[in-house]
């Protein structure tokens, strides 16, 4: 599976930000997609997750309410709507996935970077 993340950018505190996802090789029906972000010199920090197959979504504490992830199987595509961003959401942002019955993300994409002024 080849990732391809993108719709990153520069955005003022409280603005928003869709994020896409888009996988090639495989449908992303089969497995668990993540977001992660990371900023340098910092661990990187999972924010998210969406798995078709068990039907879950869940979200870091961090993020709640303010993000949200979506999918369109028929694209392939994992999206992050974030809303009401916050300097502190500053970040290179990664997806990566893994299959249901795997805890190890295998495949990551590039990344995409969101820079949130004050």
């Known amino acids: 599976v080849q990732l391809q993340a993108s719709g990153g950018g520069l955005v003022q505190a409280g603005g928003s930000l869709i994020l896409s996802c888009e996988a090639s090789g495989r449908s992303f029906s089969t497995y668990t997609v993540a977001w992660f972000r990371q900023v340098p010199g910092k661990e990187r920090e999972f924010v998210g997750r969406i798995s078709w197959r068990v039907g879950v979504i869940d979200y870091a504490d961090s993020v709640k309410g303010r993000f949200s992830i979506s999918g369109d199987i028929a694209k392939n595509t994992v999206y992050l709507q974030m809303n009401s961003l916050k300097p502190e959401d500053t970040a290179r942002y990664y997806c990566?996935?893994?299959?249901?019955?795997?805890?190890?993300?295998?495949?990551w994409g590039q990344g995409t970077l969101v820079t949130v002024s004050s």
């Open positions: 990566a996935a893994r299959s249901t019955a795997s805890a190890a993300y295998a495949y």
